[in-house]
Antibody
Framework: QVQLVQSGAEVKKPGASVKVSCKASGYTFTSYYMHWVRQAPGQGLEWMGIINPSGGSTSYAQKLQGRVTMTRDTSTSTVYMELSSLRSEDTAVYYC??????????WGQGTLVTVSS | QSALTQPASVSGSPGQSITISCTGTSSDVGSYNLVSWYQQHPGKAPKLMIYEGSKRPSGVSNRFSGSKSGNTASLTISGLQAEDEADYYCCSYAGSSPVFGGGTKLTVL
């Protein structure tokens, strides 16, 4: 079945970077765009950006421009999201989600990133 | 883009029907038939419930339905059950980027 499996929880200090992975299985990796969405504690969903696994092109939310980088490795069917210059407001659960023509299904299980000194 | 507007909370008794609204603008909800709805239980990832405004994925109960009128989309849950208690998020597109609603907490009394 189609599945997205993310890497484990991370604890980082302010100013550091974090890289979260999302391994896809059960479908042709390069045929579907992948999005990253985050959710701060007790808050709603925030779109972060999109990557085309086929060519690697990306588009990011304006708010995160310059701090977020999304990449992919077609040999392992894995997408990555790296966020730099971390601050406390970046503490959140980070999700990858496969796009199917403007809707998202499935979602990864989520990765908690905690930014704390 | 600004988040889509949803009520913070709604509630209903088992067996009743409830509707969650999602209000956007003519640039997002009103422009496209691309509204999707997601259910999220505590500590879990969101789950797709409705796509393209009113379509249900395989495996989603027909108690869930979606509609749209102008700049407002709606999710209706009929025959409320205890397991429907969760947070619900709408999502639309504004140009090439998705935008989410702020979320609605559904309480089954």
């Amino acid at each position: 079945q189609v599945q997205l499996v993310q890497s484990g929880a991370e604890v980082k200090k302010p100013g550091a970077s974090v890289k979260v992975s999302c391994k896809a299985s059960g479908y042709t990796f390069t045929s579907y765009y992948m999005h990253w969405v985050r959710q701060a504690p007790g808050q709603g969903l925030e779109w972060m950006g999109i990557i085309n696994p086929s060519g690697g092109s990306t588009s990011y939310a304006q708010k995160l421009q310059g701090r977020v980088t999304m990449t992919r490795d077609t040999s392992t069917s894995t997408v990555y999201m790296e966020l730099s210059s971390l601050r406390s407001e970046d503490t959140a659960v980070y999700y990858c989600a496969r796009e199917n023509d403007h809707w998202f299904d499935p979602w990864g299980q989520g990765t908690l990133v905690t930014v704390s000194s | 883009q600004s988040a889509l507007t949803q009520p913070a909370s709604v509630s209903g008794s088992p067996g009743q029907s409830i509707t969650i609204s999602c209000t956007g603008t003519s640039s997002d909800v009103g422009s496209y038939n691309l509204v999707s709805w997601y259910q999220q239980h505590p500590g879990k990832a969101p789950k797709l419930m409705i796509y393209e405004g009113s379509k249900r994925p395989s495996g989603v109960s027909n108690r869930f339905s979606g509609s749209k009128s102008g700049n407002t989309a709606s999710l209706t849950i009929s025959g409320l059950q205890a397991e429907d208690e969760a947070d619900y998020y709408c999502c639309s597109y504004a140009g090439s980027s998705p935008v989410f609603g702020g979320g609605t907490k559904l309480t089954v009394l």
